[in-house]
């Protein structure tokens, strides 16, 4: 609803809520009142009404080493770095997490002979140390 606030001086001015003192209120002769809210019982429906989406909160898996790709890698080791001859199977253990400080050990089958290869997990990216067999 616009307002016009007519102050001694016939000077019209609109207003929205305001008036100055010794004023006089009067309604715009062109405006048409307001009308007043009504009360809603429930809130504006929408087409597509959207579930609130779910909070969830997990701990991931732990990472673990591929066995067979550290396999793999420990026999290239041992070969080239240690320059162990007559290097059979190296077998190492399925499902070890990537933390660092962890320590295990892979089997080497050397000209015959198992023996066991320790391994230190140096980084959480994966890297480890493979050591002399015993």
């Not at 009504?38 to 732990?62: C, I, L, R």
Request: proline content about 13%; some cysteine; charged content about 20%.
């Amino acid at each position: 609803m616009k307002i016009g606030v007519t102050c001694g001086a016939g000077l019209a001015v609109l207003v929205a809520a305001t008036l100055a003192a010794g004023c006089e209120q009067r309604q715009d002769p062109g405006s048409h009142p307001d009308p007043a809210p009504q009360p809603s019982a429930s809130p504006p429906s929408t087409s597509n009404p959207e579930p609130p989406a779910p909070v969830t909160s997990y701990e991931p898996a732990p990472r673990e080493f591929d066995h067979a790709a550290m396999q793999d890698a420990v026999h290239q080791i041992l070969t080239e770095y240690h320059q162990i001859d007559d290097l059979g199977t190296v077998i190492c253990p399925p499902g070890k997490p990537v933390e660092v400080g962890l320590k295990f050990h892979c089997t080497a089958t050397i000209a015959g002979e198992k023996k066991q290869v320790p391994i230190t997990v140096t980084s959480d990216e994966g890297d480890y140390r493979v050591g002399a067999p015993q």
